[in-house]
């Protein structure tokens, strides 16, 4: 890759803000799609994912929803969706929800369902009603693995957003295939590097949301936090 | 009904050419699978043994995970020197996403081997490749294959997206369905056909698993 593979990357005029062609405007209209597909995604994907680890029903669902999310190429529904629907903002979003519901529904059906049984009867001995016991036990408890769908749906969704652009969507993938179409190179890396960053800096975010809102004592902080007292002896008969 | 016709006549003026797409699916999903399964048993067995490496190894697979399949198979030409069109960019980037799946899974199922097990192979004289090979490796396969499964399955479904970059596969009945105007017959014998290969290949490591663990069996029926 040779210096000019940079030269639309790093060129001042396409990081003027407001000009509709430009970096930032390409940015925001990527985060825009992806932040609205996985907010709809959990809206819908998380209350089931709930009711259906807590209660244990239909669990066939839920599991299953996460193996056939994996097996749907993104590229097939995206033109299914398109092709039945028409093009635009509001097919496309709705391909992209569809293809960020199996992962959330799936974590969260996981996580809640792997709560300790003695746990969830502790909640109850001590009064709970069931919602209590869903939302206050838990889903706080299933939160790390929550947070893992909702992580892998983002991705999912970022890297579907950047294909969308070739049925006429905005955002970063319009310079990958404006790209490809006028044999410019250089555009090509400015997308292809700017959506790889984008996808890993949300990654990072989510990961920062997960430890402000997840309690040290679910993820094992707690615990790996140095004590004052006990413990003088770590017994560790296992260890090799 | 209408819809169905539509798809057989479809199949009949060009199955040729959706067989040709179903070998060259199978073909480019599944030898980079292949390549990463086999990379990913020394470089998990590393992740184990060499304690510095594992965050890093562990941290690069994971950013290499999230980077999104059309921006990497785009960018690697620039960075090897092949053609656009190339197919073993293809090759190469799924390779690549597999490997980072499965030396996670790889390491974690070697952690999680019964430590007692090696003990009593250590003990019984086992040279430590034989070790890994004769005991390690058969207790760690139904992480290790769990793994698999989902890379295998993901690996297929992701190959799709190389045909906007104009390389075969099962992709190209959806963007043929594109080009015809949104013509839904091509796209969904597409869809259809990458589900079920992904269902066929899961079941068949399923299956590689049952023979290969039977003491899983046992455990389970007691």
Do not use: C
């Not at chain 1, 509001?90 to 293809?99: D, E, G, K, M």
């Not at chain 2, 941290?59 to 090897?80: C, D, K, N, R, V």
């Not at chain 2, 390491?107 to 004289?125: F, I, K, R, Y």
């Not at chain 2, 290790?144 to 099962?170: E, F, H, Q």
Request: hydrophobic share 55%.
């Amino acid at each position: 890759m040779t210096g000019d593979s940079f030269s639309f990357l790093l060129d001042g005029a396409n990081w003027v803000p407001g000009q509709s062609d430009g970096f930032p405007q390409r940015i925001l209209e990527h985060l825009v799609f992806t932040s609205i597909a996985v907010a709809i995604a959990f809206v819908i994907a998380f209350p089931v994912g709930v009711l259906i680890g807590h209660t244990g029903r239909a669990a066939f669902l839920a599991i299953n929803a996460g193996n056939a999310g994996r097996a749907l190429p993104t590229l097939g529904v995206l033109m299914l969706v398109v092709a039945l629907a028409g093009t635009g903002l509001v097919p496309a979003t709705v391909a992209l929800v569809i293809l960020a519901i199996p992962p959330i529904l799936t974590s969260t059906y996981a996580g809640v369902h792997g709560v300790a049984p003695d746990t969830v009867d502790a909640s109850r001995g001590v009064g709970m009603t069931e919602l209590q016991v869903a939302t206050r036990v838990e889903v706080p408890e299933a939160l790390p693995i929550i947070f893992g769908g909702i992580r892998n749906a983002t991705l999912q969704v970022v890297s579907t957003a950047t294909i969308a652009a070739y049925v006429g969507l905005g955002g970063l993938g319009r310079y990958l295939f404006d790209g490809l179409a006028l044999r410019d190179y250089p555009r090509v890396v400015a997308g292809a590097i700017l959506v790889a960053l984008l996808a890993v800096a949300l990654d990072l975010l989510i990961a920062w949301l997960q430890r402000v809102l997840v309690s040290p004592g679910v993820d094992g902080r707690a615990e790996r936090a140095p004590r004052r007292s006990s413990r003088l002896v770590d017994l560790q008969p296992n260890e090799r | 009904m209408e819809f169905l016709a539509e798809v057989r006549k479809y199949l009949e003026v060009n199955g040729e050419t959706v067989v040709e797409s179903l070998l060259q699916h199978i073909w480019l999903a599944l030898v980079p699978v292949a390549i990463a399964f086999v990379l990913s048993l020394p470089l998990g067995w590393l992740v184990v043994r060499v304690g510095w490496l594992r965050h890093p190894l562990l941290t690069a697979s994971s950013i290499l995970y999230t980077i999104p399949s059309l921006a990497l198979l785009l960018l690697l030409p620039g960075l090897i020197g092949t053609s656009i069109l190339d197919p073993i960019n293809v090759v190469i980037a799924l390779a690549l996403y597999s490997l980072a799946l499965l030396v996670r899974t790889t390491s974690d199922g070697l952690a999680a081997v019964e430590p007692q097990a090696v003990q009593a192979a250590v003990a019984m004289g086992y040279t430590p490749l034989r070790r890994w090979y004769a005991v390690e490796l058969p207790l760690s396969l139904p992480v290790v294959l769990a793994g698999l499964r989902v890379a295998t399955v993901a690996n297929i479904s992701m190959v799709t997206v190389a045909a906007l970059i104009g390389i075969g596969g099962l992709g190209q009945l959806f963007t043929r369905g594109f080009q015809l105007g949104f013509y839904t017959p091509p796209i969904v014998i597409g869809l259809v056909l990458s589900v079920m290969l992904a269902l066929v290949a899961d079941l068949a490591i399923v299956l590689a698993q049952r023979a290969l663990t039977p003491w899983a069996r046992v455990e389970a029926s007691r």
